[in-house]
């Protein structure tokens, strides 16, 4: 048995396994094919926080596998208030065949999935979103033909997806590059992390985006005040206000270089119309493709 909590998880080889599976599976469903490789099988969805695309991508894909969902949401046992997570993760354990968690803290997940006997997920946790960065290794990859010597600009926080993409990045022989204001970089603690997963990654990190995007293949964005911050709105929005990915930076940026933001985008501050809607963006390929990835991710772990 298996967990994904973080991209170190998987190995480099279990990473370009997971990533070609989720291209075969993706052409595979465009010439109308949906077999029921997961026939009777039933994935758990235990969410903390609101969800559009995990929640959907999840489901979806089980449905198109032949299994079945069940979802938890905030008021649904209360995870951790109601009763231990410990009595959670062994209650669920016999219902389901994997369990995805989206969660406010990453301890929470590690709890989680000490006391389950199935593969536990992270669907989100204030330390990381692998399956996200797992989805946006699948669109650079579909988009450029390859990943190794491409190179991404992350414009914005140093924040739980800024960090798995990195390290995806490092992994997938990707330069990475984040521009945030100062006081929003990556700390050593993650930068050391960083270095044990991908010994010979690079990873930059500038506080000026118009210098960053000079060599970019993908200019990478997401919202500056993520869900449990919100009374640093205020303070963030001046922060960052030099980070908006507009038609200005894209400017600055190779004719190439394509737009990504892992959604919901606030228009106007992070991103503008222009970068999220132009034909630079690939931002809704790259939605989608959280199912295709998951898809791999889920037959990989249940079927082991």
């Known amino acids: 048995m298996r967990h994904f909590l973080s991209l170190q998880d998987l190995s480099i080889s279990e990473l370009n396994y997971l990533l070609g599976e989720a291209a075969r599976m993706k052409a595979e469903l465009r010439q109308g094919k949906r077999p029921a490789l997961l026939s009777g099988r039933v994935l758990g969805l235990v969410f903390e926080k609101p969800s559009l695309r995990t929640r959907g991508s999840f489901e979806a894909s089980m449905i198109q596998l032949g299994g079945g969902a069940m979802?938890?949401?905030?008021?649904?046992?209360?995870?951790?208030?109601?009763?231990?997570?410990?009595?959670?993760?062994?209650?669920?354990?016999?219902?389901?065949?994997?369990?995805?968690?989206?969660?406010?803290?990453?301890?929470?997940?590690?709890?989680?999935?000490?006391?389950?006997?199935?593969?536990?997920?992270?669907?989100?946790?204030?330390?990381?979103?692998?399956?996200?960065?797992?989805?946006?290794?699948?669109?650079?990859?579909?988009?450029?033909g390859k990943l190794e010597g491409k190179t991404l600009v992350f414009v914005?926080?140093?924040?739980?997806?800024?960090?798995?993409?990195?390290?995806?990045?490092?992994?997938?022989?990707?330069?990475?590059?984040?521009?945030?204001?100062?006081?929003?970089?990556?700390?050593?603690?993650?930068?050391?992390?960083?270095?044990?997963?991908?010994?010979?990654?690079?990873?930059?990190?500038?506080?000026?985006?118009?210098?960053?995007?000079?060599?970019a293949d993908v200019i990478y964005t997401d919202v500056w005040t993520s869900m449990g911050q919100e009374e640093e709105t205020e303070q963030r929005r001046k922060e960052f206000a030099a980070f908006q990915v507009n038609a200005a930076l894209l400017e600055k940026a190779p004719k190439h270089a394509k737009v990504m933001h892992c959604l919901p985008a606030i228009r106007g501050e992070e991103v503008d119309e222009n970068a999220i809607d132009g034909n630079r963006s690939i931002v809704f390929q790259q939605a989608e493709n959280r199912m295709h990835a998951q898809k791999a991710l889920l037959k990989w772990l249940m079927l082991r």
Do not use: W
């Open 71 to 144: 979802f938890f949401g905030p008021s649904d046992g209360k995870m951790g208030v109601r009763e231990p997570v410990a009595d959670f993760a062994r209650t669920l354990s016999g219902y389901c065949d994997a369990v995805a968690l989206r969660v406010f803290r990453h301890s929470t997940l590690e709890e989680f999935a000490q006391h389950a006997t199935i593969p536990v997920i992270n669907a989100l946790s204030d330390r990381a979103h692998p399956c996200q960065a797992l989805g946006d290794l699948l669109t650079i990859q579909e988009t450029f």
């Open 156 to 215: 914005g926080d140093g924040n739980n997806v800024a960090m798995s993409v990195a390290l995806g990045c490092g992994m997938a022989g990707m330069r990475f590059i984040l521009a945030a204001p100062k006081g929003y970089h990556f700390d050593e603690a993650f930068l050391s992390h960083y270095r044990q997963v991908a010994p010979s990654g690079e990873l930059l990190m500038n506080g000026r985006p118009e210098h960053a995007v000079g060599e």
